[in-house]
């Protein structure tokens, strides 16, 4: 591999055979960005449960909203648009390592 080839980057993906689901994904200034639907899909879970926990990593100082989150115009199907927020890989893996390291909970109502 050239010192050029290096600097072009490289996009694995990975898709289990038993699956037809995917995810695309933006990569700008040297990162993948993702909304929050797309996490909500990426790790399984619900809207609520995604932003409870980006909302911590701000609250808590982890991170900082200024440095991992860009806003874009979203045309949607309805043909409004909406400013949507897209976070960086850092917000991607704490939100990821939150919602995989604490047990979900179910309540059931009888």
Known sequence: MTKSDKDKGEIII???????????????????????????ELFN??????????????KEGELSRNSVVRYSLTTASDGKKYKTSYYNLDVIISVGYRVKSQPYI?????
């Open 14 to 40: 990975y898709q289990p055979d038993n699956t037809s689901s995917h995810l695309e994904v933006s990569i700008s200034e040297a990162t993948v960005w993702l909304s929050q639907n797309q996490m909500v």
């Open 45 to 58: 879970s619900t809207k609520q449960n995604i932003s409870f926990h980006i909302n911590n990593i701000f």
């Open 106 to 110: 179910t309540l059931a109502l009888h």
